[in-house]
């Protein structure tokens, strides 16, 4: 893929998920209106952060990391190895959300444990988690879908998907008598069963759809799980500091974890819209370069992604720093949102825009060290960060009480680490101490 080629799938990519993010923006301006930052509000926040913690296990984003290059490498009998990886995400996932609808309780004191001193609260954030926790085999087989397009550097469909969950919540939010749980939950199912059937309509198109099949073997299956579990790790190192946050946020006051989640989800809308897609856009390139020994292109490559993401990271985080309280205002204030509200939510959304910038090139170094096959420093990367952020978070609640606004620090604060550390082993690779 040339430059002017990059420029224009990354172009595409980020256009289709700027009209997403404006329509994600519509929802949560919809349901933060309608419902505040009360008890149903912050059940959703919570709860909703459980299948999407283990979606970026198995969905999107370790998938599409360790999927794609595979697809790449394999020269034959593709079909049938990707009928391998359908059968073991179907099943495993199945048999996991078979057990989450069975013992809900569960995990509800594990990612909420602060729920459970309100047994009311608790008995509801449980019958909540058995309507959303489907979903996560519905959007996994979209992520699977969609590595095979990014594959065929077919990226649009793939940016797209969003658009079809943020339309259906707000028809829902719109046209439901009353915004309750249950009718959350049923919009969440309707809206993956739409995005699978698009992917699976444009991948058939593309002469794949996914069978069963009984018979597992083949070196790129190995190459596969190879990459797979260490991005199991990578991929949701941003989603797990996250949800660290909230399970410490649901033991402080009430509207912490809607105040977290509102400006988590600013910080979601460059990270989407520049760090996602140029790593995503650039991921085969750089595997390809990677592949064919082309040391000088697989440079190229990556420092249009290093410096691509980090600039913009760095703009969109003194953005935020400087307007935080308008932005916020402009968005949210009204309905049931009221200004002290307005006043937490820009107090986080600061504390998380520091790391702008490290978490956007991070994003693209995964990307990069996946194309290159050094999943060992993506393991050290992620269990690195986990640990600084769990042992913040501690820090900053139970010894400083900075409140809502220590959890948004202590993630930034793992962010930098992490980047940081990712710059040694970048440095590792360029002066050759470890081979392309």
Known sequence: MNISNFWK???????????????????????SATLGAGVIHDIFVVIFKIPNVFRSFFGEGALAQSLTPSIIETKENLQHFLNQIFTILFTTLLAFILFVLLFPNIFVSVFAPGFISDQEKFVAASEFLTYVFPYILLI????????????????????????????????FACF?????????????????????????????????FPKFTKSFNGKTLNS????????????????????IDTVF????????????????????????LFGVAIALVALPDLTEQFINQNKKEFKKVFLKGF??????????????????YEVIQLLF?????????????????????????????????????????????????????????????????????????????ATTFAAISVWLLAIIFIFRINSNKVSL
């Open 176 to 208: 439901s008598e009353s915004l309750t749980l249950a009718v959350i939950g049923l919009s969440v199912l309707v809206a993956g069963l739409l995005q699978l059937a698009l992917n699976l309509f444009i991948t058939s198109s593309l002469g794949y």
């Open 224 to 243: 596969f799980f190879s990459r797979f579990f260490p991005a199991i790790l990578a991929a949701g190192i941003y989603q797990l500091n996250v949800l």
């Open 333 to 409: 204030f009204r309905g049931e949102f009221t200004n002290y509200d307005v006043e937490m939510t820009s107090l986080s959304l600061v504390a998380y825009s520091y790391a702008l910038p490290f978490i956007l090139s991070s994003k693209f170094f995964t990307s990069v060290f996946f194309a290159a096959s050094k999943t060992r420093f993506v393991l050290i990367l992620g269990c690195t960060s986990l640990l600084i952020n769990l042992v913040l978070n501690y820090l900053f609640i139970f010894k400083y009480d900075w409140g809502h606004v220590g959890l948004a620090l």
């Open 307 to 324: 410096l691509s993401t980090f600039i913009l990271g760095l703009l969109s985080g003194l953005f935020y720093i400087m307007l935080s």
């Open 140 to 171: 996994s087989l979209v992520a699977f879908l969609g590595a095979i397009q990014n594959s065929k550097k077919k990226f649009q469909i793939v940016a797209a998907t969003p658009i079809l969950f943020n339309l259906t919540l707000i028809a």
């Open 249 to 272: 946020a649901s033991f402080l006051v009430s509207g912490s974890p809607t105040w977290l989640y509102l400006s988590d989800r600013l910080i979601q809308f460059p990270l989407g």
């Open 9 to 31: 799938s990354s172009f595409g990519f980020t256009s289709l998920t700027l009209v997403s993010r404006v329509f994600g923006y519509i929802r949560d301006l919809l349901f």
